[in-house]
């Protein structure tokens, strides 16, 4: 038995690497390589970039996979090296050695839980892409600055993780901040792990809007819904949409362009609203809104059929009711999860993206909640 300054390391690596390999197994480690060698072949097409939407979704896959491929072989990797830095400082009895074991030891614990929470990711479309709609609530400008925040530390998030991302449209706020943006995240999984943010967030600081320096609290809802793939089947009938266009817009009434291309179209019969201003023409503007409509509506007609099991997952209101998270910046600082109980005390890095301690207490949060549902 490896004994180092107290710690059983041959129990601790053992039981490390039976987690590994519980993960593997359900990632399915040779499917994903596999499909790696096919978008190789994709991406080494010489007429791969005549489709840009193709290409940019093929490459960002490609990308993704490579990445969590890379990071599970890493893991693995560390786990041995720890074996053989354990063993040495045993031999050793280096204080120095023997801290470094124990504080890798800890730092892979922590990296095992994060991607053994990728297993728990097994609903009908946790595995697609996403798409983010975030939008101002209560409290003017300080909301309106709120929601860019929020999607500051949700792009942020994705750039932590090498995440493609894709922005459809941002309508700003005329003194500061925005008033909705539309974007989607390019990942596998991006759904699965992004949906436990569905619902609405509180901020609470001292208003830098506000030249008395109250403090101030504002809202921001946070929706999400899986990216349409072709095997979906949903019909939308053209004379239920109403079609707008309009001029781009920047930052303070700003024109991005100088042409009529922006599209909004408005679905009749449900009142569901996108918009697109991101493509350079009208019509690729208007396609890509038409598939972000088209994913919204998919995700309208499974929360539908779930409601008659009084799951309503994807519904703001219905689902985690009116406040899941509080964002306090005054009279102190603290970030805590509602529905989990998650919290940190620093706020700062949590709005640079670093989000993942609170999205996999939430997927466990939430399958916890499942487990109990099935079993009732």
Same mark, same amino acid.
């Given at each position: 038995?490896?004994?180092?300054?107290? #710690?059983?390391?041959?129990?601790?690596?053992?039981?490390?690497?039976?987690?590994?390999?519980?993960?593997?197994?359900?990632?399915?480690?040779?499917?994903?390589?596999?499909?790696? !060698?096919?978008?190789?072949?994709?991406?080494?097409?010489?007429?791969?970039?005549?489709?840009?939407?193709?290409?940019?979704?093929?490459?960002?896959?490609?990308?993704?996979?490579?990445?969590?491929?890379?990071?599970?072989?890493?893991?693995?990797?560390?786990?041995?090296?720890?074996?053989?830095?354990?063993?040495? *400082?045993?031999?050793?009895?280096?204080?120095?050695?023997?801290?470094?074991?124990?504080?890798?030891?800890?730092?892979?614990?922590?990296?095992?839980?994060?991607?053994?929470?990728?297993?728990?990711?097994?609903?009908?479309?946790?595995?697609?892409?996403?798409?983010?709609?975030?939008?101002?609530? *209560?409290?003017?400008?300080?909301?309106?600055?709120?929601?860019?925040?929020?999607?500051?530390?949700?792009?942020?998030?994705?750039?932590? @993780?090498?995440?493609?991302?894709?922005?459809?449209?941002?309508?700003?706020?005329?003194?500061?901040?925005?008033?909705?943006?539309?974007?989607?995240?390019?990942?596998?999984?991006?759904?699965?792990?992004?949906?436990?943010?569905?619902?609405?967030?509180?901020?609470?600081?001292?208003?830098?809007? =506000?030249?008395?320096?109250?403090?101030?609290?504002?809202?921001? !809802?946070?929706? /999400?819904?899986?990216?349409?793939?072709?095997?979906?089947? %949903?019909?939308?009938?053209?004379?239920?949409?109403?079609? =707008?266009?309009?001029?781009?817009?920047?930052?303070?009434?700003?024109?991005?362009?100088?042409?009529?291309?922006?599209?909004?179209?408005?679905?009749?019969? #449900?009142?569901?609203? /996108?918009?697109?201003?991101?493509?350079?023409?009208?019509?690729?503007?208007?396609? *890509?809104?038409? %598939?972000?409509?088209?994913?919204?509506?998919?995700?309208?007609?499974?929360?539908?059929?779930?409601?008659?099991?009084?799951?309503?997952?994807?519904?703001?209101?219905?689902?985690?009711?009116?406040?899941?998270? @509080?964002?306090?910046?005054?009279?102190?600082?603290?970030?805590?999860?509602?529905?989990?109980?998650?919290?940190?005390?620093?706020?700062?890095?949590?709005?640079?993206?670093?989000?993942?301690?609170?999205?996999?207490?939430?997927?466990?949060?939430?399958?916890?909640?499942?487990?109990?549902?099935?079993?009732?």
């Amino acid at each position: 038995m490896l004994l180092v300054a107290g #710690t059983d390391y041959d129990a601790e690596i053992k039981q490390l690497t039976a987690t590994m390999r519980t993960i593997e197994q359900v990632l399915d480690l040779p499917r994903m390589e596999q499909e790696i !060698a096919d978008l190789g072949v994709q991406v080494a097409a010489p007429d791969l970039w005549d489709d840009q939407a193709n290409a940019t979704r093929v490459t960002g896959r490609l990308s993704s996979l490579q990445g969590q491929v890379e990071r599970f072989r890493g893991l693995q990797q560390r786990i041995d090296d720890l074996a053989v830095l354990a063993e040495l *400082a045993a031999e050793e009895g280096d204080d120095d050695t023997l801290a470094e074991a124990e504080a890798e030891l800890g730092k892979i614990k922590q990296s095992v839980e994060g991607l053994e929470v990728r297993t728990l990711l097994s609903g009908e479309y946790d595995e697609r892409e996403a798409i983010v709609t975030i939008r101002s609530g *209560a409290g003017g400008v300080d909301a309106a600055d709120f929601a860019e925040m929020l999607m500051r530390m949700y792009t942020r998030w994705a750039e932590r @993780n090498k995440y493609p991302v894709e922005v459809y449209d941002v309508s700003y706020a005329e003194e500061a901040g925005i008033k909705s943006a539309e974007f989607a995240i390019h990942a596998p999984y991006a759904y699965g792990t992004l949906s436990v943010e569905v619902g609405t967030h509180r901020l609470v600081r001292i208003s830098p809007f =506000d030249n008395q320096g109250r403090r101030q609290t504002s809202f921001a !809802a946070v929706e /999400v819904v899986p990216q349409l793939e072709q095997t979906d089947e %949903i019909e939308v009938d053209e004379n239920d949409i109403r079609t =707008d266009v309009f001029r781009s817009g920047g930052p303070g009434g700003q024109s991005v362009n100088t042409t009529d291309s922006a599209v909004r179209l408005t679905h009749i019969p #449900t009142g569901i609203v /996108v918009s697109c201003q991101n493509e350079k023409s009208q019509l690729q503007n208007k396609a *890509a809104a038409m %598939i972000v409509l088209k994913a919204k509506l998919l995700a309208k007609k499974k929360a539908e059929e779930a409601a008659l099991k009084k799951d309503l997952k994807g519904d703001v209101a219905a689902s985690w009711g009116d406040q899941m998270r @509080n964002y306090v910046l005054n009279p102190y600082q603290i970030v805590k999860d509602l529905r989990t109980g998650y919290e940190t005390g620093n706020p700062q890095p949590v709005f640079d993206g670093d989000i993942d301690g609170f999205l996999e207490a939430g997927i466990r949060w939430r399958r916890g909640a499942e487990q109990t549902a099935e079993s009732n």
